[in-house]
């Protein structure tokens, strides 16, 4: 059984630093591109980052390059996203993601039906 669990996330004061991790099982972690996909309050899914580990493959939205930066420990089966210079409208629920098709891409132009498999999510509260 497929199961991807976030961890880390919690409220940051502008300009701050949080770092969020997901535990992924159930599937060859290599083999797939793994993303982090965020909601907003009252807003819909935006697609955050991604990294592919068979490719040594990384990618980020505008809105957070050069802030945030995906990795992975293969020893654990975990996907972090360290998140730094925060804004307020960095605020929302951090989803991990995994992409259906092995050995697939995805990025800003890809819609969420590239995703078979979701976390639970992580609440990110970026305030003063």
């Known amino acids: 059984e497929v199961q991807l669990a976030e961890s880390g996330g919690g409220l940051a004061q502008p300009g701050g630093s949080l770092r969020l991790s997901c535990v992924a099982s159930?599937?060859?972690?290599?083999?797939?591109?793994l993303s982090w996909v965020r909601q907003a309050p009252g807003k819909g899914l935006e697609w955050v980052s991604s990294?592919?580990?068979?490719?040594?493959?990384?990618s980020y939205a505008d809105s957070v390059k050069g802030r945030f930066t995906i990795s992975t420990d293969k020893t654990k089966n975990t996907v972090y996203l360290q998140m730094n210079s925060l804004k307020s409208e960095d605020t929302a629920v951090y989803h991990c993601?995994?992409?259906?098709?092995?050995?697939?891409?995805?990025?800003?132009?890809?819609?969420?039906?590239?995703?078979?498999?979701w976390g639970q999510g992580t609440q990110v509260t970026v305030s003063s």
């Open positions: 993601a995994k992409v259906s098709i092995p050995g697939r891409l995805v990025a800003s132009t890809n819609g969420m039906e590239e995703y078979d498999y």
């Open positions: 990294i592919a580990n068979y490719m040594r493959h990384t």
């Open positions: 159930g599937f060859t972690f290599d083999d797939y591109t």
